[in-house]
């Protein structure tokens, strides 16, 4: 075997440095197998001798103790040159024999857990101290050296070195540990971006020189937007979903979902139903009670409502799921489902349900593509309250006014521009979105709502940017509304503040723009 170019040497010894210990003794016994020799240190030490196998401890293999609490032990000539030497280079082999240092073949490696240390502490030492150093360095070193060395980094790895080593018996193939070689090197750009963004966030550095994105693979999709695209999703903390029941999700299907998601988690606690399209909502409501709230949402556009997803903030119970079975949905949302409602969803078998109650908003950054250029900022997710708010007409709103208005102007926030979203009663009943004039948004929205709803009294309009012409808000008040939340800025406030005085409709300056382009 040896002389076959894609086999390496028969393996003679590992270096093993854990802190997942896990799965430890099939893989020992694999290499008791082939009497391959295995040099380990601290805790993995312990554990390899507990498990009543031979071990040769780091600080006797290079006659150097343990120093600096454990933050200098692997960090040696004898250790790096026996991982880096080329096995077919004769000056290295004079170099390695002439200081008496020998082969380590295979370098099996995980990272002190930096990443479990964030999510669990605050503590600023103990993060810098699960910063791993001697680890990723001997990882590197053996993955520069594939030709001749082995290295694994991840438990998830070890079934396929034993596979590997019992079908070689007691060797690597080349392809093997380059293949290795690759996920070694991603491990440490990992690792190290990690470590990056922390400094980045304790030194208040947004947008930094360089920008170091990492995310783990949660699945790949079937395709894209379209069945010609490729697709798979990625997270840098999990996705915190959880599927039930139904299809696999599609990439449409988790674009709509995180776009509902965005919204109904933006709702009060325990409040609120979304329908979305297309990553649009389409009806909105924060009605108290359950079924109440869903038919209000649904009646701001049932038809566009057909086949969209729908979220609700809160546990969804069979009282709600006999109506939500009433129509052709993609997704149904909730933060839980009682068993009554998952007995009777389930029966739509392609009927995807997803618990996220443990999914929430935080300040991540929102990420464009362009062409290898990306667009970075951070989410919109800016909390309004009264006071915020400049009420610039002479007519004052009530307070369910004011109520439906920070309703209107929130929901505002998450449909594409130019966008103006028609409330009433804690519920949308016209949304107009995406259109590049807003007078034909306002326009659309005033459609919808007569065509569906058709509310006499107490509409008010949210638009998430300000009106440029009295036109738009012209329109909104012959259509019914009777208070307008919109930011300020145009040269024309003052006409608009006019025509609001003299139509006696409310008129309110939100002083913050919203748009979702």
């Not at 594409?416 to 009943?429: D, F």
């Amino acid at each position: 075997m040896g002389t076959n170019k894609n086999i390496m040497s028969k393996i003679k010894r590992a270096l093993i440095s854990l802190s997942d210990k896990q799965n430890l003794k099939p893989l020992l016994n694999c290499l008791k197998k082939y009497n391959i020799q295995i040099i380990s240190s601290g805790g993995t030490f312990k554990a390899i001798k507990k498990l009543k196998f031979k071990c040769i401890e780091v600080s006797d293999f290079t006659n150097s103790p343990e120093i600096l609490d454990g933050r200098v032990k692997t960090l040696h000539p004898k250790i790096h040159a026996g991982i880096l030497n080329k096995r077919k280079n004769k000056r290295h082999k004079q170099e390695l024999k002439k200081n008496s240092f020998e082969n380590i073949d295979l370098v099996i490696v995980n990272f002190y857990p930096f990443e479990e240390t964030l999510k669990n502490t605050k503590n600023h030492n103990k993060i810098i101290e699960n910063i791993d150093v001697g680890g990723p360095t001997m990882v590197r070193a053996a993955a520069k050296n594939y030709n001749d060395v082995t290295v694994i980094t991840s438990t998830d790895q070890y079934e396929e070195l034993i596979n590997e080593i019992n079908l070689n018996k007691g060797s690597t193939t080349i392809e093997f540990r380059k293949k290795m070689s690759k996920h070694a090197f991603t491990e440490t750009a990992h690792y190290d971006s990690l470590i990056s963004n922390y400094f980045n966030k304790i030194t208040n550095d947004s947008f930094p020189k360089r920008k170091v994105f990492s995310a783990n693979i949660i699945d790949k999709l079937r395709y894209g937007e379209n069945p010609h695209q490729m697709s798979a999703i990625y997270s840098s903390n999990g996705l915190n979903l959880n599927q039930l029941s139904g299809k696999q999700l599609s990439y449409n299907n988790l674009n709509d979902i995180f776009a509902a998601l965005t919204i109904s988690k933006s709702l009060p606690n325990n409040c609120g139903v979304v329908i979305v399209k297309h990553a649009n909502p389409c009806g909105v409501s924060i009605k108290k009670d359950q079924v109440e709230c869903y038919k209000s949402a649904l009646a701001s556009d049932p038809i566009s409502a057909f086949g969209g997803i729908v979220s609700c903030n809160f546990k969804v119970n069979s009282k709600l799921a006999l109506e939500l079975n009433k129509i052709f949905l993609e997704v149904i949302i909730a933060n839980g489902f009682d068993t009554g409602a998952l007995k009777i969803l389930k029966k739509k078998k392609n009927l995807r349900l997803i618990d996220a109650d443990q999914f929430k908003l935080n300040e991540s950054y929102k990420i464009n593509s362009h062409n290898g250029a990306l667009l970075i900022q951070n989410e919109d997710l800016v909390q309004f309250k009264p006071r915020d708010f400049k009420i610039v007409s002479k007519l004052k709103p009530s307070s369910s006014q004011m109520k439906n208005l920070i309703f209107a102007f929130n929901v505002c926030r998450y449909v594409k521009s130019n966008a103006i979203v028609l409330a009433h009663n804690n519920s949308t009943v016209g949304i107009g979105s995406g259109q590049p004039s807003r007078l034909d948004s306002c326009q659309i929205a005033i459609n919808k709502m007569k065509k569906f709803v058709n509310p006499d009294e107490d509409i008010v309009a949210a638009s998430d940017a300000f009106f440029p012409f009295v036109d738009g808000i012209e329109k909104l008040v012959q259509s019914g509304v009777s208070a307008v939340i919109q930011p300020a800025g145009s040269i024309r406030d003052k006409e608009i503040i006019k025509f609001a005085n003299e139509t006696e409709t409310i008129l309110v300056f939100s002083k913050t723009r919203h748009f979702r382009h």
